[in-house]
């Protein structure tokens, strides 16, 4: 793979340096975003062919162009591995995104105006979720589940009252915030009792789920929708999973309902990152991930800050930064974070008094520090910078010497972009 540019370098040289600078960027900070990773170089080198350059608009066997023969062998080889890691029983791997794949399932199942129910953006859901300013929110009807203030968990019982009173005709669950196990087979009886669709957004978990080490959707949904960036480290996309019954459905939702021609390349790198996710060190990495994040919060609480819901089942976690220090929010405290080569996003906590540009939280996850090689014994280092950053206010020395500190790690673990 070229993967140094050295062909850009000479053709596109303002193009090649800022590709560079991010190549030195990642190599140098720790990537504590929860729905970031870095990728395999297999995985890289799919992404930077010449399948880019096809258009093949359609199905295998069933395109709109001449000469697809390869972009058919890559599409049906996604397609089966799909279903194999998932154990579904279709798949569609042409979504350019998550929200792409959430929008053609509500095409697929919905008619303009019906209801969606799905998690409040606000307490851990996803803008595609049935938000106002998104099309699940302006083209449906959408009304929200909320955590429990006492508890910041999703209580059943409560979301089976709501659906009830409020029979959506899809019931959406998942989560881009929400640090605790889904229960999916409540979701399952809960949808079955209103006698609504049920749609699973797996994003953040779908590599937790095909490693065995969260429950799993497939058997309790109508669809599964997944991006393959996040804990499954593919490259970015999404793909959309259901029964076969409603395959014609989905297939035509897709295309032509909302895309055009697919992204060969990015559908050849989606295939190979399901071959590494059914491989068995996947697994291992997969128990990484939920190690560090769970010795990661531990360090944390130990530190005085309170995590919301007082822990972590998954990958991540959402830190409420008013335990410890009541006026700093989640922008200010990513920005001193960031400056030192922790990369957090800001995060609302649930019942969040703040806006959601300034936050009371930061969300924290271990996909991509999993990635290049970090373990257990690594966190409590994390953990004490973060508290040494942010206790100081931002302290420019002390942020300088994290920096320092953070870059030596890097440099012990660096992104190797290694396969399985
Ligand atoms: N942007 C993603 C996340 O960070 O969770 C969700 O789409």
Redesign the pocket.
């Known amino acids: 793979m070229n993967n140094d540019n050295s062909l850009l370098k000479e053709t596109d040289p303002e193009i090649a340096t800022v590709i560079d600078a991010e190549r030195v960027r990642q190599g140098e900070t720790l990537e504590l975003i ?2 970031e990773n870095h990728v395999s170089g297999s995985v890289l080198e799919a992404l930077g062919t010449v399948l880019t350059d096809k258009y093949a608009e359609g199905y295998p066997k069933k395109r709109w162009y001449r000469g697809c023969d390869n972009a058919d062998s890559i599409e049906q080889i996604a397609i089966d591995r799909a279903k194999k890691l998932f154990g579904a029983e279709h798949a569609n791997v042409q979504p350019h995104s ?1 929200t792409s794949a959430n929008i053609a399932v509500y095409m697929a199942a919905l008619k303009p105006g019906q209801k969606i129910m799905g998690m409040d953006l606000a307490h851990g859901g ?1 803008l595609s979720h049935g938000r106002s300013n998104n099309l699940s929110g302006t083209h449906y009807q959408a009304v929200h589940y909320c955590v429990r203030e006492d508890t910041e968990m999703l209580d059943m019982d409560q979301v089976r009252e709501q659906a009830l009173k409020e029979r959506p005709d899809i019931l959406v669950c998942g989560a ?1 915030a929400y640090p605790r196990l889904v229960d999916f087979e409540a979701f399952g009886s809960i949808a079955k009792e209103v006698g609504c669709l049920m749609l699973s957004d797996i ?2 978990i779908a590599g937790l789920v095909v490693a065995g080490l969260h429950p799993d959707p497939v058997p309790h949904s109508d669809f599964v929708t997944t991006t393959n960036h996040k804990t499954l480290r593919g490259p970015r996309g999404g793909i959309i999973l259901s029964k076969e019954k409603w395959a014609k459905q989905v297939d035509s939702a897709v295309f032509p309902g909302i895309q055009g021609g697919p992204l060969m390349h990015v559908i050849a790198a989606k295939a190979v990152s399901f071959a590494e996710a059914m491989h068995p060190a996947f697994k291992a990495y997969a128990q990484a991930i939920l190690d560090n994040a769970k010795v990661l919060g531990e360090e944390l609480m130990a530190r005085g800050w309170r995590l919301v819901t007082g822990g972590t089942d998954n990958h991540l976690m959402l830190v409420d930064l008013r335990s410890r220090m009541p006026e700093l929010t989640g922008h200010q405290a990513a920005i001193w974070l960031s400056d030192a080569h922790l990369v957090t996003n800001k995060n609302a906590i649930p019942f969040d008094p703040r806006s959601p540009f300034h936050g009371s939280g930061v969300r924290l996850g271990t996909p991509a520090i999993t990635s290049r090689g970090l373990g257990t014994e690594h966190m409590k280092l994390i953990a004490g910078w973060f508290d040494e950053i942010l206790t100081s206010e931002g302290d420019e020395k002390k942020i300088a010497e994290v920096r320092q500190a953070t870059k030596e790690l890097c440099a012990a673990h660096p992104v190797l972009n290694s396969s399985y």
């Open positions: 929860a729905s998550g996803h881009s994003a953040h």
